[in-house]
């Protein structure tokens, strides 16, 4: 339908097709703040909806590959190149830009009894709300650590195979059996339903799921029908890792500069749960994937960032603009690294 749809207004090239792609990942971001007011908190909004969103994309290129049996080498790059910038560039940059803190810090200056207490009062309950966000980043975190783990243990005997896909999978799935019953048992608390505006949300997103199936699909057509250059069917898994983090970086753009650090860390730590286990444990149960070097190499600068978030969400409640200047210059190696092996 879409390519039709291209073709009659003579829009039938790749920078349409990118054009399209932003936009819905646009109206994706749209309609998810406005779940924010339909049933969901930050940190929830982050870790189990988000993602599903920003990392449809590589999900839809997994597909692809299995249907068209495509090389495992592009779906393993496309996913390490996915989470290794959410963990690197995608969060050091707003760090670097506005910093994110999750933790809210300083005390208003005081004006009278009456203020000061109300003061204090606030000051008390965004302490609170500080610290639980800071409590679900550190656990999505060392879910990032156990995935990658468990990835990389059955990785050691040089292939991901269907039993190691079932059983990522399965990691999956447990790990978001858990958040739904987090945001369930939330609602309860708070009193808090899911409006129909809510569901209508989700119709607008699953409607915008369709039509990046088809730019994916004419993309990954498309670059992998071109020849010479760097641009071409050898790098697809760079290229459309790239891609996958376009709307990432829409989401960390956006909410770092609504200084939302919560929401933030969130999509980005989340949308990795996405690539490893999901993506690879999907195409594993069709296909063998190959572990190769390089695989190494991006489990080695994700454990690494895993634990750089971890510690400075310990010792001061975020990242600082500093740490998210290393972390860029991470990613830099990261691309030094991969595109040179």
């Known amino acids: ?33 406005a779940m924010l007011d339909h049933g969901l908190e930050g940190t929830a909004l982050g870790t189990l909806v988000m993602p599903y969103c920003s990392g449809l994309g590589n999900l839809i290129f997994v597909g692809i590959m299995v249907a068209r049996d495509g090389a495992p080498r ?12 959410n963990l690197t560039l995608l969060l050091g940059g707003p760090a670097l830009l506005w910093g994110l803190q999750v933790m809210p810090g300083g005390h208003a200056a005081a004006g009278g009894k009456g203020r000061k207490a109300a003061g204090s009062a606030k000051a008390g309950a965004a302490g609170t709300e ?3 966000n800071r409590l679900s980043l550190l656990l999505t975190l060392a879910a990032v650590l156990f995935f990658t783990g468990a990835v990389w243990a059955l990785g050691r005997d040089g292939r991901l195979d269907r039993n190691d896909g079932c059983l990522l999978i399965g990691l999956f799935l447990f790990w978001q059996s858990f958040q739904v019953y987090d945001v369930l048992k939330h609602n309860l608390r708070q009193r808090v339903s899911f409006g129909f ?13 369709w039509l990046m199936y088809e730019t994916i699909d004419w993309l990954v057509t498309w670059l992998s029908a071109q020849k010479g250059g760097f641009v071409n069917g050898d790098n697809l898994g760079w290229l ?8 990432n970086a829409v989401l960390a753009v956006y909410w770092g500069w609504k200084r939302r650090a919560d929401i933030v860390y969130t999509s980005q ?28 190499t991006g489990l080695l600068i994700l ?4 634990a750089v978030h971890g510690t400075l969400l310990l010792l001061t409640g975020g990242l600082p603009r500093w740490a998210g200047a290393g972390l860029v210059l991470a990613y830099g190696w990261f691309l030094w690294a991969g595109l040179a092996a």
Do not use: Q
């Not at 505006?197 to 799921?209: K, N, R, T």
């Not at 949308?271 to 999907?282: K, N």
């Open 1 to 33: 339908m879409l390519p039709a749809l291209l073709d009659e207004f003579s829009l039938n090239d790749p920078w349409a097709y990118l054009g399209v792609f932003l936009g819905v990942s646009l109206l994706m971001l749209w309609r998810l703040e």
């Open 240 to 247: 459309t890792g790239w891609l996958m983090v376009l709307p």
């Open 197 to 209: 505006m809510f569901y209508v949300d989700m119709l607008v997103v699953l409607a915008c799921a």
């Open 269 to 296: 730590i989340g949308d990795g749960h996405i690539c490893i286990p999901l993506c690879l444990g999907v195409y594993a149960l069709f296909k063998p994937l190959p572990v190769t070097g390089f695989f190494e």
């Open 130 to 132: 500080g610290r639980l």
């Open 303 to 306: 454990f690494g960032s895993v």
């Open 74 to 85: 592009e779906v393993m790059t496309n996913c390490l190149v996915n989470n290794v910038t």
